[in-house]
């Protein structure tokens, strides 16, 4: 099945290739590492295409655009019928000393997707 560009949740199109741009400009040394073994790249040059090539691609089952909503946002889009993922769950995630409310969008009953590559396990 074919996911839908931009979701619904997003507002356009624009907005869409504007948040995966942002995405994964802003992956950090660790993710991006993941990312390069995946996608079996060496040269950063590579990378940098890969990347532009993802970015043009990207749908919904790449990108975990849940990661940066909120509750509040998530019940709106629910009530609106535009949330693709309403069993997302929120949880708080503590990185280098500053905590953050993720979404974690579930893969299965305990797998939950964070960032490209990275996979969490989360207990009920």
Same mark, same amino acid.
């Given at each position: 099945m074919m996911s839908k560009i931009p979701p619904d949740c997003?507002?356009?199109?624009?907005?869409?290739?504007?948040?995966?741009?942002? %995405?994964?400009?802003? @992956?950090?040394?660790?993710?991006? =590492?993941l990312l390069k073994e995946e996608l079996d790249i060496d040269d950063a040059l590579e990378y940098d295409a890969a990347i532009k090539d993802l970015i043009s691609r990207a749908d919904e089952e790449d990108i975990n655009?849940?990661?940066?909503?909120? &509750? %509040? %946002?998530?019940?709106? =889009?629910?009530?609106?019928?535009?949330?693709?993922? &309403?069993n997302t769950k929120f949880?708080?995630?503590?990185?280098?000393?500053?905590?953050? @409310?993720?979404? =974690?969008? &579930? @893969?299965?009953?305990?797998?939950? @997707?964070?960032h490209p590559g990275v996979l969490l396990e989360i207990a009920k």
């Amino acid at each position: 099945m074919m996911s839908k560009i931009p979701p619904d949740c997003f507002g356009s199109l624009q907005d869409w290739e504007d948040y995966v741009e942002r %995405y994964y400009s802003a @992956l950090d040394s660790r993710h991006k =590492m993941l990312l390069k073994e995946e996608l079996d790249i060496d040269d950063a040059l590579e990378y940098d295409a890969a990347i532009k090539d993802l970015i043009s691609r990207a749908d919904e089952e790449d990108i975990n655009f849940c990661l940066d909503c909120t &509750p %509040y %946002y998530q019940k709106e =889009m629910v009530k609106q019928g535009k949330c693709a993922f &309403p069993n997302t769950k929120f949880i708080n995630k503590t990185t280098n000393g500053e905590t953050e @409310l993720v979404g =974690m969008r &579930p @893969l299965n009953a305990s797998t939950y @997707l964070y960032h490209p590559g990275v996979l969490l396990e989360i207990a009920k």
